[in-house]
């Protein structure tokens, strides 16, 4: 789905941003240009950015718990 209408940016964009190392609002703005014309999509940037950050870090966790399991 289309998040930066201004910027033509998609909550699969922010994703792969973040997975790429980005893990701010103002990192997003720099980088790929999100709300910084008409600031309508800023919110909406910020629940994609955090719920992948949040996906990120239970993946995380379940990886470490298997490792300490295999251990």
């Known amino acids: 789905m289309i ?3 201004c910027n033509n940016i998609s909550d699969r ?4 941003a973040v997975d790429l190392g980005l893990n701010s609002m103002a990192e ?8 910084t014309c008409c600031g309508k ?6 629940e994609v950015l955090r ?3 949040d ?3 239970t993946l995380q966790e379940r990886v470490m718990r298997r490792g300490a ?3």
């Open 41 to 46: 999509c800023h919110s909406c940037a910020r």
């Open 51 to 53: 719920e992948h950050m």
């Open 28 to 35: 997003l703005r720099r980088d790929l240009g999100v709300a």
């Open 3 to 5: 998040v930066c209408v």
């Open 55 to 57: 996906n990120q870090a």
């Open 13 to 16: 964009e922010i994703r792969q």
């Open 69 to 71: 399991l295999a251990t």
